[in-house]
Antibody
């Protein structure tokens, strides 16, 4: 079945970096854009960026520009999200989510990973 | 770019209909038909309920419907059921220079 499986929870100190993985299965990896969305405890959803698994092109929310890097490995059907210079406000659940649009993104996130809790604490 | 505006909470009795609004601008909700709605139960990942304003993915009950008028999109739940109690978020493509997609502030739906 179509699914996204993310890496496990992380605890990081302020200033460190974290890299979260998201392994796709059950569909043609390169045909669907992938988004990253985060949710701080008790808060709403926040869009972070998008990657085209086919060519690797990315677009990031300005809020995260310079701190976030999204990459993909087509050989393992995995996308990665790395966030650097972590601060306490980055404590959140990070989700990868597939865009439903085939070849083109339509902003409909139809398959979600289980989420990865990232805790930033000294 | 601010989040799209949703009411903090909406409630209804079983069998009733409720509507959740999602207000943006002509740069997002009003300018594009890339409006989606998500249901999120506590501790779970969000679930896509409506995409492209009014389309339902397979498996989503037809009690859920979406529409748009001007800069405001709406999600209507007809025949409210206990399992519909959850948080709901809208999202939209945006032509803002600061990001591509924006979520709503979220609405807690309570079934009385």
């Amino acid at each position: 079945q179509v699914q996204l499986v993310q890496s496990g929870a992380e605890v990081k100190k302020p200033g460190a970096s974290v890299k979260v993985s998201c392994k796709a299965s059950g569909y043609t990896f390169t045909s669907y854009y992938m988004h990253w969305v985060r949710q701080a405890p008790g808060q709403g959803l926040e869009w972070m960026g998008i990657i085209n698994p086919s060519g690797g092109s990315t677009s990031y929310a300005q809020k995260f520009q310079g701190r976030v890097t999204m990459t993909r490995d087509t050989s393992t059907s995995t996308v990665y999200m790395e966030l650097s210079s972590l601060r306490s406000e980055d404590t959140a659940v990070y989700y990868c989510a597939r865009d439903r649009g085939v070849v083109t993104a339509i902003g409909a996130f139809d398959i979600w990973g289980q989420g990865t809790m990232v805790t930033v604490s000294s | 770019q601010s989040a799209l505006t949703q009411p903090a909470s909406v409630s209804g009795s079983p069998g009733q209909s409720i509507t959740i609004s999602c207000t943006g601008t002509s740069s997002d909700v009003g300018g594009y038909n890339y409006v989606s709605w998500y249901q999120q139960h506590p501790g779970k990942a969000p679930k896509l309920m409506i995409y492209e304003v009014s389309n339902r993915p397979s498996g989503v009950p037809d009690r859920f419907s979406g529409s748009k008028s001007g800069n405001t999109a709406s999600l209507t739940i007809s025949g409210l059921q206990a399992e519909d109690e959850a948080d709901y978020y809208c999202s939209s493509y945006t032509s803002s220079s600061t990001l591509c997609y924006v979520f709503g502030t979220g609405t807690k739906v309570t079934v009385l």
